[in-house]
């Protein structure tokens, strides 16, 4: 069965950097984009961005753009979203998703349990 | 504050049947496909709905969705308490800062 594990939580003070993985098994790791997406405490979904693991090529939302890097090793079927420069209001839940389908016929069948990352100095 | 509109809070009693709506544009829902997800309290979210009105394998026929032009439309018949949850839509934005956006969220309270 499809199963996205992530790596535990974390607490970080401003200015730092944090690197969260995903885990996948169960499927081709190469076969299906990821997503990363947050949700802050008592608000919604955001998106982020995605990898496509089988190239390594990436899209990152235009908030993210300079602050967020997504990689990934094959080897391990892992994907990673590593987030520099942060700030208290970066305090969230991270997602990593599988995704189905591509843009405009996408949606995320396979979602990872979340990792809390807290930023406080 | 989100791309897609969606109210913040819907209510109904067990048994009873209930709608969310999500509104967007034609950048987004009117162009694009539609997906649902239900997210319990403490958890990930859920797929419940994909390709506008399509159900996971799993889910129940209880849960429906539709289209029809810039919104999409999530029901939900036969309310039981543990439907009780956060229900999130989501699309692909086609426009310059192309990428997945999701609505605001709606939370489902049944009575």
């Known amino acids: 069965q499809v199963q996205l594990v992530q790596s535990g939580a974390e607490v970080k003070k401003p200015g730092a950097s944090v690197k969260v993985s995903c885990k996948a098994s169960?499927?081709?790791?190469?076969?299906?984009?990821m997503h990363w997406v947050r949700q802050a405490p008592g608000q919604g979904l955001e998106w982020m961005g995605r990898?496509?693991?089988?190239?390594?090529?990436?899209n990152y939302a235009q908030k993210f753009q300079g602050r967020v890097t997504m990689t990934r090793d094959t080897s391990i079927s892992t994907a990673y979203m590593e987030l520099s420069r942060l700030r208290s209001d970066d305090t969230a839940v991270y997602y990593c998703?599988?995704?189905?389908?591509?843009?405009?016929?996408?949606?995320?069948?396979?979602w990872g349990q979340g990792t809390l990352v807290t930023v406080s100095s | 504050q989100s791309v897609l509109t969606q109210p913040p809070s819907v209510s109904a009693a067990p048994g009873q049947k209930v709608t969310i709506s999500c509104s967007g544009s034609s950048s987004n829902i009117g162009n694009n496909y539609v997906s649902w997800y239900q997210q319990l309290p403490g958890t990930a979210p859920k797929l419940l709905i994909y390709d506008n009105n399509k159900r996971p394998s799993g889910i129940p026929d209880r849960f429906s969705g539709s289209k029809s032009g810039t919104s999409a439309t999530l029901g939900i018949t036969g309310l039981q308490t543990g439907d009780e949850a956060d229900y999130y839509c989501g699309t692909w934005d086609s426009s310059l800062s192309a990428g997945q956006v999701f609505g605001g969220g709606t939370k489902l309270t049944v009575l």
């Open positions: 998703a599988r995704a189905k389908g591509l843009d405009r016929r996408g949606y995320f069948d396979y």
């Open positions: 169960g499927y081709t790791f190469t076969g299906y984009y």
């Open positions: 990898i496509n693991p089988n190239s390594g090529g990436t």
